[in-house]
């Protein structure tokens, strides 16, 4: 995920040791929680899309989602692993651009957040039992 530059950011260091690093890679909540949606064309290898088409679904007549992402309980079709415990995104490289532009970014001494995107964390990851992620890396 990549860091929204126009907006302020709040970093939240990570306590060491730590036994992955970055807390993302031990949550996951995100992923399973949001409706992830783009442009169709990210899924459209013929117009330079990276996503892999099976792994999205028709959402509007210009709009793709992430599939499993648009149903009462989300859960992207391309995370691997368990919510809150180990998780790793299997299209990393070619994750649509709603994941790039998510305002989080792991930066070796902490986790760069954008105010919005912070609260956005925070509310999936309490949909997940999982505590705010400052507290989290206090742990
Ligand atoms: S919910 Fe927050 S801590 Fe969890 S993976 Fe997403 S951005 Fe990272
Ligand atoms: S494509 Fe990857 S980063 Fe985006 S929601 Fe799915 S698992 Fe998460």
């Known amino acids: 995920m990549s860091t929204q530059e126009s907006q302020p950011l709040i970093v939240i260091p990570v306590a060491t040791p730590q036994p992955t690093g970055n807390p993302c890679l031990r949550c996951g909540a995100c992923c399973a929680y949001f409706r992830v949606s783009f442009y169709w064309a990210e899924a459209d290898p013929s117009h330079g899309g990276t996503v892999p088409p099976d792994l999205a679904d028709d959402l509007t007549p210009v709009l793709s989602c992430m ?3 648009n149903q009462k309980h989300p859960r992207c079709a391309a995370l691997i692993g368990e919510i809150g415990r180990g998780v790793r ?3 990393y490289e070619e994750r649509p651009s709603s994941c790039r532009e998510f305002g989080v970014e792991w930066a070796g001494e902490g ?3 954008t105010p919005e995107d912070l609260a956005r964390c ?3 990851r309490a949909a997940w039992g999982l505590p ?3 507290r989290a890396s206090k742990a």
Request: charged share 15%.
């Open 132 to 134: 705010q992620i400052a």
């Open 67 to 69: 599939k499993g992402t």
């Open 89 to 91: 995104c299997a299209i």
């Open 122 to 124: 925070t509310q999936a």
């Open 111 to 113: 986790v760069r957040f």
